[in-house]
């Protein structure tokens, strides 16, 4: 869509998404506050059995109460999904007709002078049977390390307030909420950065470098401290939300300006590298109660799994300079 030119965009949406991972814990915290507070007034008192269930309906009452947060942010993705369908309906974006220069500049690898006319055609079909395994492995690739990553955000976003709880320092519900907050806040900061850095025309790459950086600096703060320290707890998840922030993003952003992104491209990337972040909540959903490091192990291995992936692609696309021009897509 923006021909080489979608980091500012992309990065804008993304920093869209991460408010909203700043709003929820935000909505839900009041809610975890209210819930504590009833637990803690029974807490280690007997009541006759009247009182006892009047007791108990109150609370049921008082866990009603999270249709309020949910219903909120309901409403936002409704109101969000029918301006996407006014835009769809009354102003259809139209992909515009590809620059002659561009389909001259694609066809430049593929030029063969008269003079070597012995063996061209062989020649021309060696290098279009490379360039298709080139954007095969890439495509691959890419679709990996988005479901890497995607797993290992998405089982934090759900699991870190788990996390704090079952450690040995047993942070109660509200403050394992407002740590998830911590995270997310500078998650949305790393992503209003990450617009102003792309406008500076930034190397994706390089900024995906800094992010695994950051990100990998909060797993071992929190592999070590998670159990001992507070101040790290927080130092850690902050570093996390930071480390966070921008790599799916940048991934796109980098793929983009070395593979024409069609429809069929980014639904296989889309499926492909949803697929893995299935697997996660069967590993630490069962365990992270039990042995709340488990997380982190997970944290730490998908982050290895994206930095050995990334540097595939970097080598792939850089490096090698054999997918350096965005192609025709499939």
Not at 25 to 31: C, E, S, T, V, W
Not at 254 to 266: A, D, M, P, R, Y
């Amino acid at each position: 869509m923006w021909r080489g030119e979608a980091g500012v965009y992309i990065q804008t949406q993304y920093f869209s998404f991460a408010i909203g991972t700043i709003v929820a814990p935000m909505l839900m915290k009041p809610f975890l506050l209210e819930e504590s507070k009833t637990e803690n007034t029974t807490h280690g008192v007997s009541f006759p059995d009247s009182i006892s269930t009047a007791i108990l309906s109150s609370n049921n009452t008082e866990e009603s109460q999270f249709y309020i947060p949910f219903s909120i942010g309901g409403s936002i993705i409704v109101l969000g999904a029918s301006l996407i369908l006014f835009l769809f309906f009354f102003d259809k974006y139209v992909p515009p007709s590809q620059d002659p220069s561009e389909e001259n500049q694609v066809n430049e690898d593929y030029y063969t002078s008269p003079e070597d006319d012995t063996g061209s055609m062989a020649k021309l079909l060696k290098k279009i049977r490379n360039l298709d395994w080139d954007k095969i492995t890439l495509i691959t690739l890419s679709a990996f390390v988005l479901g890497f990553y995607q797993g290992m955000e998405l089982c934090t976003f759900q699991f870190l307030p788990t996390f704090t709880h079952y450690t040995d320092l047993r942070l109660s519900e509200p403050d394992g909420a407002a740590v998830l907050s911590g995270l997310t806040g500078a998650y949305t900061a790393g992503r209003l950065a990450g617009i102003l850095i792309s406008y500076k025309k930034v190397s994706p790459a390089l900024i995906l470098v800094f992010n695994l950086i950051f990100a990998t600096m909060g797993n071992v703060i929190l592999l070590i401290f998670a159990n001992s320290n507070l101040t790290l707890l927080w130092v850690g998840a902050v570093l996390l939300g930071l480390g966070y922030s921008t790599v799916f993003a940048c991934v796109y952003d980098h793929i983009e300006k070395h593979l024409q992104v069609t429809n069929l491209i980014g639904a296989l990337l889309l499926i492909v590298g949803g697929l893995v972040p299935v697997v996660y909540p069967l590993i630490v959903g069962d365990s992270v109660e039990r042995k709340p490091l488990v997380l982190m192990y997970v944290i730490f291995f998908s982050l290895s799994m994206c930095t050995v992936i990334f540097s595939g692609i970097y080598y792939l696309t850089v490096i090698r300079k054999r997918v350096s021009i965005p192609q025709e897509g499939f």
